[in-house]
């Protein structure tokens, strides 16, 4: 079993949905919780970061921990066709980023 | 601009030759990285480096070398490829804190690499 889990999709939505990604982990340790953003052809860039459980507002997105069920999410409201990218969770127990695990990513695609 | 550099971007080369994965960043940081990714299978940390003349193995090592000689470049050598090798590479870089950083590491474009 993989420490992170997450659907790799395909998930295709119109413009203006509000979307829902998801990842399960099995490391109670993990207290870092981050979702990194991947364009094609680029490299993952830094979307959201939450420490241990709650919910992270920025904008359009909301990232939310409930480290009870192993479980993260982000959402992403009036989603946009600039959204399509993969989406890829990440995790880490203290000390950051030094051991990022990743999950495997789900692609999402916003069509107008 | 604040960036990492890969390269080759794109390369394809036969089974046994030796190749080298330059990596540059220009943001003084003191944390590098080297991922590969794969379909179904994510990222996955080849080798790490804290600071210069300081490094070590990620979960897939096997394989490949790296060197830190100078805080800017971490390349990563693959001293005689083989075809499971081939893969999508990307480094990385880091501020180092002393824990509870915000994990944010700063990715180059990638190298898409061919082994036949």
């Known amino acids: 079993q993989k420490e992170v889990e997450q659907d790799p999709g395909p998930l295709s939505v119109p413009e203006g949905a509000i979307v829902s990604l998801n990842c399960t982990y099995s490391?109670?340790?993990?207290?870092?919780f981050m979702w990194y953003r991947q364009y094609s052809r680029k490299g993952p860039e830094l979307l959201m970061y939450?420490?241990?459980?709650g919910n992270k507002e920025d904008g359009r997105f909301t990232a939310q921990v409930d480290k009870s069920s192993k479980y993260i999410s982000l959402f992403i409201r009036d989603s946009q066709p600039s959204d399509s990218a993969t989406y890829l969770c990440?995790?880490?127990?203290?000390?950051?980023?030094?051991?990022?695990?990743f999950g495997a990513g789900t692609r999402l695609a916003v069509h107008p | 601009e604040a960036q990492v550099t890969q390269n080759p971007r794109y390369l394809i080369t036969v089974t046994g030759k030796k190749l080298t994965v330059t990596c540059s960043q220009n943001?003084?940081?003191?944390?590098m990285s080297w991922y590969r990714q794969d379909p179904g299978l994510g990222l996955r940390q080849i080798y790490y480096?804290?600071?210069?003349?300081?490094?070590d193995k990620g979960d897939v090592p096997e394989g490949y070398k790296v060197s830190r000689k100078e805080k800017r470049n971490f390349p990563l050598i693959l001293e005689s490829p083989s075809p499971n090798q081939t893969s999508l590479y990307f480094c990385?870089?880091?501020?180092?804190?002393?824990?509870?950083?915000?994990?944010?590491?700063?990715f180059g474009e990638g190298s898409r690499l061919t082994v036949l």
């Open positions: 943001m003084n940081h003191e944390y």
């Open positions: 939450t420490y241990s459980s």
């Open positions: 990440a995790m880490s127990s203290f000390g950051g980023y030094n051991k990022l695990i």
């Open positions: 480096s804290m600071n210069v003349e300081v490094t």
């Open positions: 990385a870089s880091s501020f180092r804190r002393g824990g509870g950083s915000t994990g944010e590491l700063f």
């Open positions: 490391n109670s340790a993990f207290q870092y």
